[in-house]
């Protein structure tokens, strides 16, 4: 096969594992630098520039698009899937699983278990949204926040009250959720390739840190899930349209809630932690799927 790695830069962990996983199984990959392509548009003749030559020939590309750049990158891997190239996620599943609010109301409305959350625009009746939730703790999470930063916990009504506030002052758009404290500070990401989990990490904050963020200082470890964990991950993947996908949940008391599902998973903590080879699981899941047109969307919608 011949693959495009989408990335900024190539020499990120993950995507040195991918170009090395790639090469390993036989494939010939290279790294396009989504921002510096040119996207082509004529009627029925989709094409793209890279550095002053045409992408062409690709059987596979391998989107790894940061969230500062969704909106570029994914009208650049909507070209690829219009040109017929298959992609590892499609650009619709990415800019679904980009909208928190909107993943949310999609895993709901299909009975995944999610830490209850209220979504709001209007900030004046704070102490509503506190008691909708059942009251204090709660924790607060700025929309655009990313790697821990933007979540904050309301640990009494008043200092919640006056978070939300102040948030609201700022503008920001904001959810505002049960805290699950059972799960003591640490989260599961299941790895989800092709309706598979192919590996788990328990995360566990900082001493003093609800936060389990890797980025936060938290430490990971392997995990074993159990199969209610392992089928809530598979079909939250599946409800956001993701081949691959790395599904963060909570350990309730109520069962497994799910807090994000992130397209563009990190491999270094989890191949780390776990010892499994994900990046060799991706191409392989490109070897069985890869086909010209194969996109079910391409490019629509
Ligand atoms: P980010 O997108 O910034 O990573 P998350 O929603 O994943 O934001 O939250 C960051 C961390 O905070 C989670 O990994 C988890 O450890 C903790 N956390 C988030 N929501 C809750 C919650 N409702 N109850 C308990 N802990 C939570
Ligand atoms: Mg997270």
Avoid: W
């Avoid at 590309?61 to 070209?79: D, H, K, M, N, Y």
Wanted: proline share 3%.
């Amino acid at each position: 096969m011949k693959i495009a790695l989408m990335a900024r830069n190539a020499n990120l962990y993950s995507h040195q594992r991918l170009i090395e996983a790639a090469e390993d199984r036989g494939h010939e990959i290279d790294v396009i630098d989504t921002m510096r392509v040119y996207i082509h548009i004529a009627s029925h003749r989709p094409e793209m520039y890279y550095r002053g030559e045409k992408v062409e020939g690709y059987d596979a590309v391998i989107p790894r698009i940061g969230a500062s750049v969704t909106f570029f990158g994914t009208a650049v891997l909507r070209q690829f899937e219009m040109m017929g190239v298959y992609p590892l996620n499609e650009s619709v599943a990415i800019s679904r699983s980009r909208d928190k609010l909107r993943s949310h109301q999609l895993l709901a409305r299909r009975g995944i278990g999610l830490p209850v959350t209220v979504f709001a625009h209007s900030t004046s009746r704070a102490d509503d949204i506190v008691e909708m939730l059942g009251g204090a703790p709660v924790v607060i999470k700025l929309l655009e926040g990313t790697q821990g930063i933007g979540v904050v916990l309301g640990e009494t009504p008043g200092a919640a009250k006056s978070m939300i506030q102040a948030f609201g002052g700022l503008k920001a758009n904001i959810l505002v959720q049960e805290f699950i404290k059972e799960s003591g500070g640490s989260d599961i990401r299941c790895l989800v390739v092709g309706e598979k989990v192919v590996a788990s990490m328990m995360r566990k904050g900082a001493e003093g840190d609800f936060r389990s963020n890797l980025h936060r200082g938290g430490s990971a470890a392997s995990v074993k899930i159990t199969p209610e964990e392992r089928s809530t991950a598979v079909r939250a993947a599946k409800i956001m349209g993701l081949n691959v996908c790395g599904v963060d949940m909570l350990r309730s008391n109520h069962g497994p809630v799910v807090m994000e599902v992130n397209s563009s998973p990190g491999l270094e903590g989890v191949e780390k932690a776990t010892g499994k080879d994900v990046a060799g699981a991706i191409i392989a899941f490109l070897e069985k799927n890869a086909k010209p047109n194969k996109t079910r969307t391409r490019g629509r919608g």
